[in-house]
């Protein structure tokens, strides 16, 4: 008989209460109690919703983030907030984001906040986890009781629990060393605390541990291969049951080595790794369990179950009980519930499938597997009948649109002169001072403009009536912005629900869901919209609000969009045409929108990228073919207007080091990245790579509450001049400012303009 199990389930609600508490808390509105109590609602849910499964996760839940939990499990608390007393939660918030609960910060003596923990991208998805750190000198010390804590919850309400953790060789993989010291030569002291943990939870009954260590499918090299061997030599002493779990990509190289760890099991992505699963089976000892992630845990098309089928069956002839079935990946990355959307289109509707469903089509699989496709005929009809009305929708197929990718010519890509042409012209007409300041486009989404978009969508405010509360917002925004000082403004993007679906909301090929949030970080939820077709531009999305906000000043107006590439990696994205061509659609439709902006006398035009590092692959080897297509996306979007127009565009919290002859290659004439809470960091490539254009690093961590000094930012700004010339540096926060509070933003880009003035001062 087969086995089901599932790596990890969305945690934050099918209507996001997670996020509500959060943020609850965090203002002082609710308490500690209040909190913890939800967090056991979800729990009990999500794992109801788990029941028909042979073994369930536990330990996956986390009130901001799984890899900030490991942390905590291990004692690795960064040194500025070792000496709180308090709630440890209230440390853990401190850590996440800088300072926990307003009603807390008196009595824990924290009111100015703690630097938050550094943010990056976990693997090539969208979410965000909090970097471990390390120096030379770091200790741990288990602190078991979050995983206790659920594990006696779930045993309580009858759950055949698998507890996860993230494996030691992983966790070291992804932290950073904050002195230089090498991470590896911390294995040592950290194995004795992953031993006791498997010690604990022995102790406990528990009889299989899922330990993640997704760094397997990247290029690892021998040191790195062989602490995997030290690290599960030394764990394989315990009475657990370790099913070591991969996910995100291929084992290829490393398929060896992780089939011959001294674990119980292994799990790999069949979605990512099919081709390998044969090979591999090969090279796995006859005892050890196999772990097939057959349902797509990253995106929301449902699953072919007939040809998964077709692939399985011999599979599990051949493996008898040792083949186990599950998502790919936790379902971290999709919606909830399906079942929550009343408003999507009938058709498009029955092509997808949400967490509560993929786990149906688990069951369904293994129904079939373990007594035959005739006692699931009707699942599988169903299922490919939806599968061929999806195939054959003239809805997704536009003849237009891929002639239109067919006749894109080299020459598109490509600005009428070079950088050091398009300079001059546009320090000609813009007239700005040195270290020009901006933001990067939005600022706060106030309650006024969300009660707004939510009663004109629910039909009780009309059109006019609703445009008159955006241009009032984007009035109010730019007069706080002359009045900062600001150099280059924004609009404020007010009638932006989010920088991708207000875009795809607009674009024939897009289809958009009423419930499908997901975790980006801590309590940030997005919802990606579903690009299920061929895209095209019907009428322009955003010169009519730009047109207004440049009415209401004589300084120049940036034009804010978002670029091809971030549109498509934050997208659920169609698995019938590969990436590249969605993108170059994606890529045509926006550049004419710059064309337009252009048209309506817009002079500098920002086109986020946030996400190109996102979409890299984790292997080097394949690097050059994603790099190709999306730079050529980006330069078809941006390459079309004339010198004296700037272009600018915008990344966050990725590691850009080794990508920046790609980034240089793209053109943009100034870009804006994150580098706040890397202390500049980020900027160590311009150490080894002499960038051409102008940049601007950001220094206002926008994630955190906590309100920079002139001080600090000036000192960030002098060290981005000792590798960047003055002469081509911008001053702006790292990213947009919606998620934070005008009397957070206006003190915090006050100190930043006057860092600007004192930088004009002392390096002019």
Known sequence: MVTTHNL????????????????????????????????????????????????????????????????????????????????????????????????????????????????????????????????????????????????????????????????????????????????????????????????????????????????????????????????????????????????FGQLQENAYLAA??????????????????????????????????????????????????????????????????????????????????????????????????????????????????????????????????????????????????????????????????????QAALLQLPRFPTTTIGSFPQTAEIRQARSEFKAGRLDLPAYQAVMRAEIERAVREQEALGLDVLVHGEAERNDMVEYFGEQLEGYAFSQFGWVQSYGSRCVKPPILFGDISRPHTMTVEWTRYAQSLTDKPMKGMLTGPVTILNWSFVRDDQPRSASCLQLALAIRQEVLDLEQAGVRVIQIDEAALREGLPLRRAQWQSYLSWAVQSFR??????????QIHTHMCYSEFNDIMASIADMDADVITIETSRSDME?????????????????????????????????????KAAERVPAERLWVNPDCGLKTRQWPEVIPALTHMVAAAKTLRAELA
């Open 260 to 425: 011959h760890l001294p674990v119980a099991g292994l799990h790999v992505d069949a979605i990512n790794d099919r081709e390998g699963v044969r090979p591999l089976l090969n090279l796995l000892p006859a005892h050890k369990v196999l772990s097939l992630g057959v349902v797509n845990g990253r995106n929301i098309w449902k699953t072919d179950l007939n040809a998964t089928l077709d692939w399985l069956e011999p599979l599990a002839r051949q493996l008898g009980q040792r083949l186990w079935i599950a998502p790919s990946c936790s379902l971290l990355h999709v919606p909830v519930d399906l079942a929550s959307e009343q408003k999507l289109d009938a058709d498009i509707l029955s092509w997808l499938a949400f967490a509560r469903q993929k786990l149906a089509e688990l069951q369904v699989l293994a129904q079939a597997l373990n007594g035959g496709r005739d006692s699931v005929r009707e699942a599988l009809a169903a299922n490919q009948a939806a599968l061929a009305a999806r195939r054959a929708s003239p809805r997704v197929n536009n003849p237009a649109v891929k002639l239109a990718v067919a006749r894109i010519t080299e020459d598109l890509g490509r600005r009428e002169s070079p950088y050091g042409q398009r300079a001059p012209k």
């Open 682 to 718: 980020l900027l160590d490539a311009f150490d080894h790579f002499s960038y051409p254009n102008e940049i601007g690093p950001g220094v206002y961590d926008i994630h955190s509450p906590n309100i920079p000094t002139e001080q600090h930012m000036v000192a960030l700004m002098k």
């Open 8 to 247: 990890g389930f969305p945690r934050i609600g099918a209507r996001r209460e997670l996020k509500l508490g959060l943020e609850s808390y965090w203002k002082g509105q609710s308490t500690l109690a209040d909190l913890t109590t939800l967090g056991a609602a979800l729990r009990r849910q999500h794992w109801a919703d788990q029941a028909a499964l042979d073994l369930a996760p536990v330990g996956d839940f986390s009130f901001y983030d799984q890899v900030l939990d490991m942390s905590f499990t291990l004692g690795n608390l960064p040194e500025r907030v070792q000496g709180f007393q308090g709630e440890a939660l209230d440390n853990y918030f401190r850590v996440a984001r800088g300072r926990s609960a307003q009603t807390a910060e008196a009595h824990a003596g924290c009111c100015g906040g703690v630097a938050a923990g550094e943010m990056t991208k976990w693997f090539d998805t969208n979410y965000h986890y909090i970097v471990p750190e390390f120096t030379s000198a770091t200790e741990f010390k288990l602190d078991a009781s979050r995983l206790l804590e659920q594990l006696a919850e779930a045993r309580s309400q009858g759950v055949k629990a698998k507890p996860v953790i993230i494996g030691p060789v992983t966790y070291l993989a992804i932290g950073k060393s904050k002195d230089g010291s090498d991470r590896l030569a911390l294995l040592e002291r950290l194995l004795p605390v992953y031993a006791q943990l498997l010690d604990t939870l022995a102790a406990q009954g528990v009889e299989w541990l899922q330990i993640d260590e997704p760094i397997l499918v990247t290029e690892l090299d021998a040191d790195w291969q062989h602490a995997f061997n030290t690290a599960y030599h030394h764990l394989k002493v315990s009475k657990l049951k370790l099913l070591l779990a991969t996910y």
């Open 636 to 645: 078809i979007t941006a390459n079309g207007v004339r010198d004296e127009t």
